[in-house]
């Protein structure tokens, strides 16, 4: 019980690290750095397949909850290990993106841009608790320690989801009023 009780608490502290890293790295990259000169051309096309990867991450999210609650746990391991595949592609081409543009103005006025910053900033600080909860949840699955998996998987399935999903809506926010 002890030797497991310190490997969870370096996978905790490696969890940590990981997440407080990731999430220190974006802040500063879209804060604090000039956005690189000259974009390539194609880095154009990223929101859109950054939308696209949210919405991909949304389904995956979605068949992978139908399929643990149709007792299809193959298929759900499956489902929620692509969306974490695709969750990390997502990562690294908003990397890519931003790296280049920098942080993205909204030009909206009137009763879009509260509605706008609402959606903006519950996906920004759903995404900072998502990253964590997502490893963690991750862990006790790779562990097979269902009990604790299922317990915070209820907390971070819909919390993930939100965030896929407001990502797509912050894309079309920025390309109607961007």
């Not at 969890?15 to 604090?32: N, P, R």
């Not at 320690?145 to 896929?164: G, N, Q």
């Amino acid at each position: 019980m002890a030797k497991q009780m310190r490997g969870e608490r370096g996978a905790f502290a490696a969890i940590g690290i990981v997440s407080v890293s990731a999430l220190g790295f974006l802040f500063w990259l879209l804060y604090f750095r000039e956005a690189a000169a000259g974009a390539p051309a194609w880095t154009a096309s990223l929101p859109a397949v950054n939308a696209s990867l949210n919405f991909t991450s949304a389904v995956l999210l979605t068949a992978g909850g139908w399929a643990i609650r149709t007792g299809r746990r193959e298929l759900h391991m499956k489902l929620m290990l692509a969306a974490v595949s695709v969750a990390g592609v997502f990562l690294v081409s908003y990397i890519v993106y931003h790296h280049f543009h920098g942080d993205t103005r909204f030009g909206g006025e009137g009763w879009v841009r509260p509605l706008y910053f609402f959606i903006l900033v519950t996906h920004i600080v759903g995404s900072i608790v998502a990253l964590p909860m997502v490893l963690t949840t991750l862990f006790f699955a790779a562990t097979k320690r269902f009990d604790r998996h299922r317990r915070i998987a209820r907390i971070t399935f819909p919390l993930w989801l939100y965030v896929s999903v407001t990502g797509v809506a912050v894309f079309f926010f920025l390309k109607l009023w961007g």
